[in-house]
């Protein structure tokens, strides 16, 4: 069983920036694509960003190309997302997930955190 833990959310004005962190227990979550999702309340978990497991392959929603940033450190188990450009829709619980595939999907991601709350305001 792998843990991660996200940790770095938190209440930031629109326009302001966050980084999100997930580290996972075990190394062999070097070997898996790490992932992030967001459930705003009322809405269905959706895909944010994804890294390949060597970290040469970024995915992003449409929503957010241009203002995230996904990276991943395999030395430190740790995947990051650093949030530019906020913007109040992108209020939500996020999740950092891995997988042997990269698709869109939640039901198709492994392993799952706890999520981190970030909040986005006027």
């Known amino acids: 069983q792998v843990h991660m833990v996200e940790s770095g959310g938190g209440a930031v004005q629109a326009g302001g920036a966050l980084r999100l962190s997930c580290a996972a227990s075990?190394?062999?979550?070097?070997?898996?694509?790490m992932g992030w999702f967001r459930q705003a309340p009322g809405k269905e978990r959706e895909f944010v960003a994804a890294v390949s497991w060597t970290g040469g392959r970024t995915y992003y929603a449409d929503s957010v190309k241009g203002r995230f940033t996904i990276s991943r450190d395999n030395s430190e188990n740790t995947v990051y997302l650093q949030m530019n450009s906020l913007k109040l829709e992108d209020t939500a619980l996020y999740y950092c997930?891995?997988?042997?595939?990269?698709?869109?999907?939640?039901?198709?991601?492994?392993?799952w955190g706890q999520g981190t709350q970030v909040t986005v305001s006027s």
């Open positions: 075990r190394p062999t979550v070097n070997n898996y694509a």
């Open positions: 997930a891995a997988a042997g595939l990269i698709t869109t999907t939640p039901g198709d991601w492994n392993y």
